[in-house]
Structures are given as structure tokens and as C-alpha cells.
């Protein structure tokens, strides 16, 4: 295994760790940390667009993000530590921000914006680069994910679909630049 790729695990297995400690106190604090989750346009919790990725409703919201997140952010880092860094940022930010101004008036907690902005990357790199690597990634992407876009649609009024889609919002812009950027370096190189 080479040592960027034990790096990314290290990175990965931290932020989960981080996130399953943060449930286990939310556990002991009866649910009063989702209080520190993301409210749109309260600058009193403005707080929230950093808190809410590690804020998880019960056990099975964590235990089924962090999956999604482990799988999907290893994938991402098979590029580099960087790459993952950068895209986890991106995700964050653009789905913190995106449902901070448009998100409905109640708290969104949870890894979901992340998950769906590796998810998006992922898929729109492969389109973007067409390289055989990440054509196979995106590909493992949408067999064993590709019913996440049923998560777009507003059916449940406890499932954030807004940091769902700023999430994937952002995803799409990081796989986009990443591609163009990619293409861009990749050309410099052979000519």
C-alpha cells in the first residue's frame, strides 16, 4: 500500500472517529448537541456550518454516513490526500453555505452534504477526464450508489434534501475544476 493512500486512511478513519465521538456525547447529552446544528440565516448558530457534518440523529444515521463516507471518500483519495482534502472542503463548505442561505428553517445535522459532494465529484471527474481509472471508479459509484439521487427529492421532512443537493452542487464544480485542471496538466506534460 503506498504511503498516500495510508495517509488518506489515517485522514478518513480520523474524521470518523472524530464524528463517532462526537455521537457517543450527543448520546450522553440526550440529542442537546444538535442544537449546534446548521440553522439557515440565524447568525447565532452561524456555528452550525461547522458543527453539523459531526451532529448525527441516532445510531443508524451515523453508522449509514459513515459507510457512505469511508467508501466514497477512499475512492475520492485514490488521487491523492490532497485531492481528498480538498474536495472533503469543498463538499463541506458548499453545502454549509448552500443550505445556511436557501435551507429550510429547522436544524440539519449529519455527513450527508459531504457524502453526496464526493458522490458527485466522483461521477462528474470520470465524465470530465474519461481516464480508465475513474471511469471504473464511477462506475463502482453508481452500482453501489447510484439510488442516492432519490435523495434529492424532498420526501421526508427530517432528511436535509437541501444539504443533499448543495452538497452535490459543490461535488460537481470540485470534479469539474479537478478534470479541467487534470486535462490541463496532462497536456502540459506530453507536449
Known sequence: MRQSDKDALKVIGF?????????????????????????????????????????????????????????????????????FMSVFLISWFGSGVGVWVFGRLHYHIGLSGIIYGLWAYLLVYAIMYRSVKSIAIAMIVMFFYGSMIWGFIPAHSWVSYESHFFGALAGILAGFSFAKRDKRRELYQSG
Open 15 to 83: 474524521i470518523c472517529l472524530f464524528t463517532f465521538v462526537i455521537h457517543i456525547v450527543n448520546v450522553f447529552f440526550r440529542g442537546q448537541l444538535n442544537d449546534f446544528g446548521l440553522l439557515p440565516r440565524h447568525f447565532t448558530h452561524f456555528v452550525g456550518i461547522v458543527a453539523y457534518p459531526f451532529l448525527h440523529g441516532s445510531w443508524g444515521h451515523l453508522i449509514s454516513n459513515l459507510i457512505s463516507f469511508i467508501v466514497l471518500g477512499y475512492l475520492v483519495s485514490r488521487s491523492g490526500l490532497a485531492r
